[in-house]
């Protein structure tokens, strides 16, 4: 009975690690993390963008970051240029092989996300939505929203980006918003410009 007790303990410790990543599943982490690896496959990502870019790494405004079991390990590394003159959101997929070392780290596809479908009327309910937490967002910064200018919608496989242009008493400024579309929630709220 003891041996049977272990064997189930065991078993159930096994399928729960397999839930944190399983092969071939993506799963989200956050750039708070304090992970050597995360950190070295922005930064792959990161030096690609500027190469060829007027911009610093360190400028660049870090949105979301998931990573892929295979033979090795896939991260997807979203970010965004707040110096650029249209907002996009641009995602690299950066290979590791093993190692931890930046030369182990291989950028293996680029993707620019652009907005083509327009903005987001007044009336769909996603904008109540946005104008809500962008309110929450700019009391916690101590600043007040007088009103939206615009909502661009972008999307990838796992989040729904969305740039707000919006006057407050200090101004005109652009915010970014990520939206986890397993949840539909907002994981964070960024100052553009």
């Given at each position: ?23 071939g ?26 190469e ?48 931890n070392k ?33 309110y ?18 972008l ?39």
């Open positions: 009975m003891k041996y049977i007790l272990i064997l189930v303990l065991l078993t159930f410790s096994l399928c729960e690690d397999e839930k944190k990543q399983a092969v599943s993506w799963t989200k982490h956050s750039f708070n993390e304090n992970s050597l690896e995360i950190e070295q496959s922005f930064r792959k990502a990161a030096k690609e963008y500027c060829s870019h007027d911009v610093e790494a360190d400028d660049l405004i870090r949105l979301t970051v998931y990573s892929q079991l295979v033979n090795g390990v896939n991260y997807k590394i979203t970010f965004m240029d707040p110096t650029s003159e249209y907002p996009t959101i641009e995602e690299y997929r950066v290979y590791k092989a093993s190692g930046p030369e182990d780290y291989k950028v293996e596809e680029n993707v620019k996300y652009e907005n083509t479908e327009g903005v987001i009327s007044f009336n769909d309910p996603s904008f109540t939505l946005l104008e809500n937490q962008l929450k967002f700019l009391k916690e910064s101590k600043e007040e929203l007088d009103f939206i200018s615009y909502v661009y919608p999307e990838n496989d796992f989040t729904n980006f969305y740039i707000i242009n919006a006057q407050t008493k200090d101004g005109e400024h652009q915010y970014v918003a990520c939206q986890d579309k397993s949840n539909n929630k907002f994981d964070s709220f960024d100052k553009i410009k």
